[in-house]
């Protein structure tokens, strides 16, 4: 069977890499000549919006998915004339917007931070004080890793932050005063299978997840199930979804969801019995699937714009290292590692360890 | 780096899949057009022997090995002048020949069977008197799962036995009365360090490796590592090796040895911290060796000529499938599926389910 992916970067990679086990073949669409997923099986080159590259890419996968949330619904619309993609596109006219995001989010019961609508100067200056200080301005749409979002800590900062967001469609955000960021991550067959991963912890910085730990036995597991639960129903989603929430006392508030594979699920890959990539692939090729349950204790360092030299971090017994053969850029994301140990005890030492490595080759 | 692999069947498939994290890129040569590793990197079709190929293949790649033990001596030496190759050469002309490679691990100090080289019917009727009956007729050169191998049960058996090596050199050996047969898997690395993998019991059948289960804690460790240290240093070994064995109460005896990755190691990939096939490739590049502490308890099951669906598989929890992408024939190793648990307790009916199903897609 062929899967066809949009994008070939390191989310279309791992998926590849988890695939191929499984008998899977690959075909991706993307426009840089160099993509990192390239050398798993075909690459086409080429525009998302492509109609010949797109006509090619249906006609000559079984099953279409996506490794980033901002592909138009049109495409998705196009390929699925032809042949399924998975997941369905309501996942993403849903979540390309931040207001209908929300809303949706809020009509399912999900709770999400005080937000209103911007489009100018003036709603924003009529919205403060609904919304109050310190508050987050965010581009309705095409934001990721911190993108598109600025700050607000006082009025003096409304007239800046709205010409650094260039006139957009934005949402004002009231920010959430959380104890820690987590994130749900789930998948769910055609058949309407559901698995659910343990809630994973994490921490950003500059915008950009740096850490992501198994959280195992998190007292909120139930709750974010539920909530992943009524989304992936109400989506009617096929493969894997995340959904980022904000914890304040023994309440989880929703950020925003991204349907796909999500970076502080990458520690499932020894982590768990079954990753979240392979998970996906049994979800969309609807085979049964795998059991989530942890393997021991993980959490993944990110590497952004450097990585330190392979052999520092082999060195490290329980470190297992994912280079994603991208180009070192500044923000960049070119690599993760996940520390993966049987028993609790030196497993704080061992993060710290890897966080230090990650530290002295940051360039974010 | 670019690691250059002799073959692209399904063991430098997973060389491949291990060492893709790890930023490692591959390029294969072998003569099958559609080779089961091929779309994991570069693939050159064409012989083993066409020095063209094999200069591209030395000039292409920064590292050279192979998955398979009868490479000609000659390749080896003839790519090695460009490119390093591992494991060295030493370990191909002493494994290649069985009379060269027993009384080299006799030399060593590590039992064998009793043994003798025979090159003619006449040999053969000498030789039986002391080596005894039952006993196993093997050509000395090229044989694999069983292959060039004839039974002996008593002296009517002599000359079908001879007719059916087609007068090849062979080796007779004497029957050992193993209880048990395991083999242990070694990697050691350019720099000398050495990394063992624990015991896994292997069990046969019609010459063709079924079923392969990590010991864990297997009161003949000790000796195997012993053995197998030996043999790494004798033959300056750089790579993963794997040694068969025979167990006789507390007493082992060397079978063969591999110089490659192993069949009786796949179930490294789920069942240690590192795979046999992860740590070959850090042991030719000259990283730090993995660890190669077990997660849990493992056995790998292999599909022989035919392999069960898909589904059927993926629906026991805690079994992982490894397809090969190869066609189905009769006796062809075509798939495998780890079954990996944390505790024992439901670890033996989940082998049984396992062998289950592959007995009824079996086509040996």
Redesign the interface.
């Known amino acids: 069977m062929v899967i066809g992916i949009l994008g070939a970067g390191q989310l279309a990679?791992m998926l590849a890499?988890a695939g191929?086990?499984?008998?899977l073949?690959f075909i991706f669409l993307d426009p840089t000549p160099i993509a990192c997923a390239a050398?798993?099986?075909k690459h086409l080159i080429g525009d998302y919006t492509d109609p010949k590259l797109l006509t090619q890419l249906a006609e000559e996968a079984d099953i279409i998915t996506y490794e980033f949330e901002n592909v138009p619904v049109e495409i998705i619309d196009f390929l699925s004339e032809k042949t399924p993609v998975y997941p369905p596109a309501k996942a993403l006219s849903v979540g390309q917007d931040r207001i209908t995001e929300k809303n949706f989010l809020q009509d399912l019961g999900i709770a999400t931070a005080p937000f209103k609508a911007v489009s100018s100067l003036e709603d924003l200056q009529q919205a403060m004080p609904e919304i109050g200080y310190p508050a987050i301005l965010k581009t309705r749409r095409l934001g990721y890793d911190g993108k598109g979002q600025v700050v607000l800590k006082s009025e003096n900062d409304l007239s800046n932050a709205w010409q650094a967001v260039k006139n957009a469609p934005c949402v004002i955000e009231g920010f959430v005063p959380f104890e820690r960021e987590v994130s749900i991550i789930a998948s769910r067959s055609v058949s309407g299978e559901i698995a659910y991963y343990p809630l994973s912890e994490n921490s950003h910085d500059k915008g950009i997840l740096r850490l992501a730990k198994n959280t195992r036995n998190d007292p909120l597991q139930q709750k974010a199930e539920a909530y992943i639960d009524t989304l992936l129903k109400a989506l009617d989603y096929v493969g894997t979804l995340a959904l980022e929430l904000f914890v304040v006392g023994d309440t989880i508030i929703a950020n925003e969801f991204a349907p796909r594979v999500h970076n502080s699920g990458h520690w499932t890959i020894e982590g768990s019995?079954t990753s979240q990539f392979e998970n996906h692939l049994?979800a969309i090729t609807d085979?049964?699937l795998?059991?989530t349950?942890s393997?021991?204790y993980s959490a993944m360092q990110n590497f952004i714009g450097g990585v330190p030299a392979?052999?520092k971090l082999?060195?490290l017994?329980?470190v297992?290292?994912?280079?994603y053969?991208k180009t070192a850029r500044k923000g960049r994301k070119i690599a993760h590692a996940t520390a993966?140990t049987?028993s609790a005890e030196n497993f704080a030492d061992l993060i710290k360890q890897l966080s230090e490595l990650a530290a002295a080759s940051d360039d974010s």
Chains 1, 2 share one sequence.
Do not use: C, Q, T, V
């Open positions: 990679r890499l191929k086990p499984l008998g073949k050398d798993n099986g019995e049994r085979m049964p795998g059991s349950h393997i021991g392979s052999e082999l060195a017994a329980h297992h290292l994912h280079l053969d993966r049987d």
